[in-house]
């Protein structure tokens, strides 16, 4: 027995305007346009009740267009992207256990058409594999061990000719144990990490969740973290290469309550060795200067986040999270790009037969882009976006999206364009 799916979908674009000075109308400027091609081929083969093989294959092509230095009407600038992705599963049950064996693959060519600076073209590809074994125990208690090797290599060209690859091997292993004693529950992670490039690591987490009533619990977490470069940030296409990045080193803490729909957290996170996008002369666009880097000493990233999800009525349900951050470097001084407060907000109505409507979007307060509160004000600005998803048929379903309904003008990152009020429009068929 098998089961067997098959999904595409194209989409063409006029694209929006990827670079441009603050504060001007993009109005004045050409659009960056946008190809995408997906496929994507899924199927199980159900051995018997206990055994199964998955299979899926992603295969991706697109195009779009963008801007150069300084030039947000530049037309000759192209990033041609292919991309597939391999997903090969074993899944057995044996009395107690479930057992996975996963193999990963994927595979992304790069070619920056038009560029003259940087990285030109690049080729990754990345292989994962990983035995898991979930074992039950007792009546609500559960020990998860897993292992597993990993490989990343990226061979690239610059504009200049000039060629290099980066690659990095890793072994791992973890061990996960979690006991339910009545109203409380214990979860002890214990993990392993072995690299080619950089020192092993050993990290762990503690986790406690107690419940007061059925509705009412207190939950706590204490846990270390150890996160190596990407290499394409090591390699960079958009500035100066760094193959000496060193991995982040973190210890994280958190304290909270969880009532009916009410989830408050208080969250801790200290850092060595952030990695930070560096840009020495931010208003020479022809230095090519900007870099990957670890910011000294150890950083701090702390504040609190309130979660909500409940009805408004029986067909209309309500998300909201918020959260206060405080991010500080080793001097006290305010981290680069990230807000002091964002608050998310979602509404799905259900209440008309065969359609969902969902409105959505977010609230950005106030970020710099430069560290110490330097450099352009980003933030102060709120989104509202808008999902219609109507089932015409069992087969077939319309679908449509406005984003950006109030037509903001914004900026995430100085000098990089954002879409304004967009439309989106289509029609899904499964058989």
């Not at 359609?355 to 959505?360: C, D, M, T, V």
């Amino acid at each position: 027995m098998f089961d067997i799916s098959l999904s595409g979908s194209k989409l063409t674009s006029d694209g929006l305007l990827l670079k441009a000075p603050r504060g001007n109308n993009i109005d004045q400027y050409e659009d960056d346009s946008y190809e995408n091609r997906t496929i994507n081929l899924k199927s199980n083969f159900y051995i018997n009740e206990q055994s199964k093989i998955g299979l899926n294959i992603l295969d991706i092509d697109a195009i779009k267009e963008y801007d150069g230095n300084n030039a947000p009407n530049d037309e000759t600038m192209k990033n041609d992207t292919e991309t597939r992705i391999y997903n090969l599963s074993f899944d057995q049950k044996y009395k107690n256990h479930n057992i996975s064996i996963k193999y990963d693959n994927s595979k992304i060519q790069r070619d920056q058409i038009g560029t003259t600076w940087g990285v030109k073209y690049t080729k990754s590809k990345s292989d994962n594999i990983e035995i898991i074994d979930n074992i039950a125990y007792n009546t609500k208690d559960f020990l998860v061990v897993g292992m597993g090797a990993n490989s990343d290599k990226i061979d690239y060209i610059r504009a200049d000719n000039t060629s290099n690859n980066a690659k990095n091997k890793s072994q791992f292993g973890y061990i996960t144990n979690s006991n339910t004693l009545e109203n409380l529950i214990i979860t002890q992670s214990l993990r392993y990490d072995a690299y080619d490039n950089f020192k092993n690591s050993t990290t762990g987490k503690i986790g406690l969740k107690y419940n007061i009533q059925p509705n009412l619990a207190l939950f706590s977490n204490i846990g270390t973290a150890y996160t190596v470069p990407n290499l394409i940030q090591n390699i960079n296409p958009w500035g100066a290469t760094n193959m000496d990045i060193n991995p982040e080193k973190s210890k994280s803490f958190d304290i909270g309550v969880e009532y009916e729909g009410i989830k408050v957290t208080y969250f801790e996170q200290r850092i060595k060795d952030l990695i930070e996008w560096n840009d020495p002369t931010p208003l020479n666009w022809f230095n090519n200067d900007a870099i990957y880097t670890n910011l000294t000493g150890e950083n701090r990233l702390k504040g609190v986040e309130i979660d909500y999800k409940g009805e408004l009525r029986s067909d209309a349900f309500l998300t909201l999270n918020y959260t206060y951050l405080s991010a500080k470097d080793k001097d006290g001084k305010d981290l680069a790009r990230r807000a002091q407060e964002n608050l998310k907000f979602g509404v799905d109505y259900y209440g008309i037969a065969k359609l969902h409507l969902a409105l959505f979007g977010e609230y950005v307060g106030k970020r710099y882009d430069s560290a110490d509160k330097q450099g352009e004000q980003t933030g102060k600005y709120t989104l509202a976006h808008l999902n219609i998803n109507y089932d015409l048929t069992k087969e077939i379903k319309i679908y449509g999206k406005i984003e950006n309904i109030t037509d903001k003008y914004y900026q995430t990152i100085d000098g990089f364009a954002t879409s304004p009020r967009a439309f989106y429009g289509g029609v899904k068929y499964s058989f």
